[in-house]
């Protein structure tokens, strides 16, 4: 059956540019979420949504990270004025409901030059 | 302290003996706990998940928790050169009204030679 898809795969870009990372869930799922990777650590979150509304934000690591998920499916993360810091990949995990167990996606590589 | 701690290795065993990755975590609170496989480029990918205190077998793979020492372990029998990857631990975190995020450790590296 068809899992959690990332697009794109792989985004390079510039600092100080605009970047949108979209998340397609299992379908079904309920809860999504999306963490951040860097290397060498494990998956950090960032954000939960419980159908159209982030119920949790608080690992977002600031107002130039945003998210949404406007019919409850399809999720997308923006992140304004990237950083050289923001290089991670960003890994998207569905659930069926909350708390239940959670699987990822392939994540997206996100490289600011 | 962090949240979930797990020694980053590299772990290394020979092809058919038995790996012992652990982990502990410090909210004791926390009440659901996995073990995710994370080959290198890849995502993470479930292998065992474990709710109650005791072990959970499934195969190979052998989950252990013990909350009152706020540990938790994987051991993996008859380890393969296919087992090399990175092991995370994650605990699903208590705070934030139950949302079911998970924290993870920083991953230990398996390395099973032939």
């Known amino acids: 059956g068809a899992g959690v898809s990332q697009t794109p795969s792989n985004k390079v870009t510039e600092k100080g540019k605009y970047v949108e990372l979209r998340c397609d869930p299992i379908s079904g799922h309920t809860a999504l979420y999306w963490y951040r990777q860097s290397l060498g650590q494990g998956p950090e979150f960032l954000i939960y949504?419980?159908?159209?509304?982030?119920?949790?934000d608080s690992g977002l690591p600031n107002d130039r990270f945003f998210a949404v998920r406007p019919e409850g499916s399809v999720s997308t993360l923006k992140i304004q004025r990237t950083e050289r810091g923001d290089s991670a990949v960003y890994l998207c995990?569905?659930?069926?409901?909350?708390?239940?167990?959670?699987?990822f996606g392939p994540g997206t590589r996100l490289l600011v030059l | 302290q962090k949240e979930v701690e797990q020694n980053s290795g590299p772990l290394s065993v020979p092809e058919g003996a038995i790996a012992s990755l652990n982990c502990t975590y410090s909210d004791r609170g926390s009440q659901s706990f996995f073990w995710y496989r994370q080959y290198s480029g890849k995502s993470p990918e479930l292998i065992m998940s474990i709710y109650s205190n005791g072990d959970k077998e499934d195969g190979r793979f052998t989950a252990q928790l013990n909350k009152a020492s706020q540990y938790v372990s994987l051991l993996i029998r008859d380890s393969q050169p296919s087992d090399s990857a990175t092991y995370l631990c994650?605990?699903?975190?208590?705070?934030?009204?139950?949302?079911?995020?998970?924290?993870f450790g920083q991953g230990t590296t398996l390395q099973v030679k032939p």
């Open positions: 949504f419980q159908g159209t509304g982030a119920a949790d």
């Open positions: 994650a605990v699903n975190s208590v705070g934030s009204g139950n949302t079911g995020k998970l924290i």
């Open positions: 995990a569905s659930s069926l409901k909350r708390q239940e167990t959670q699987y």
